[in-house]
């Protein structure tokens, strides 16, 4: 069940329901069993896995260990739309001519913004480098500014 239900210090009324997508992450389930459980057609207009949009999952470069020459792939190997939402982009070190980069690369047209990356992302907290924001024009920014040296946090 990635749903839960939110409480007082989530800012939404009582018991709607909310995900925290480093506690469990939606599936992307084939089938939705959450929008055809939905009694009030609040979720709706969801038929493929590409129909959903939760939001733009943004990677934190100063991060993300991936960005200082660790081999990690994990955000890319549990994503369920691999090799389309996301992708590994391999390259040598700045300066560096033995030493290679495996760096994720998020498609800002692919991701629905599940979480399934944030959820298993292997750096601890409050240091994730992985996030969901739920403006796509905003994430945009946001990665481009991540990708320019400017970190945005
Ligand atoms: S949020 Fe992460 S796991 Fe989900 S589709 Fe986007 S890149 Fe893949
Ligand atoms: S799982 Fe986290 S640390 Fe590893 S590559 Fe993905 S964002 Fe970077």
């Known amino acids: 069940m990635c749903l839960k239900a939110a409480n007082d210090a989530s800012g939404k ?31 709706r207009d969801i038929e493929k896995r590409t129909d959903v949009d939760m939001g733009l999952a943004v990677i934190n470069t100063e991060t993300c260990i991936a960005m200082h020459g660790m081999r990690c792939e994990v955000c890319y190997r549990v994503c369920p739309l691999i090799d389309k939402a996301i992708t590994i982009d391999y390259r040598l070190r700045e300066g560096d001519s033995i030493h290679s980069i495996f760096a994720p690369i998020i498609d800002e047209e692919a991701c629905v913004g599940c979480g399934l990356c944030v959820e298993r992302c292997v750096v601890s907290e409050p240091e994730v480098p992985i996030k969901i924001v739920r403006d796509r024009a905003q994430a945009i920014e946001e990665t481009k500014r991540q990708q320019s040296g400017e970190n945005a946090d």
Not at 13 to 34: M, S, Y
């Open 13 to 43: 009324a009582a018991g709607t329901p909310i995900l925290d997508v480093r506690e469990q992450a939606c599936r992307l389930c084939e089938d939705f069993p959450c929008v055809n459980a939905c009694p009030t057609d609040a979720l």
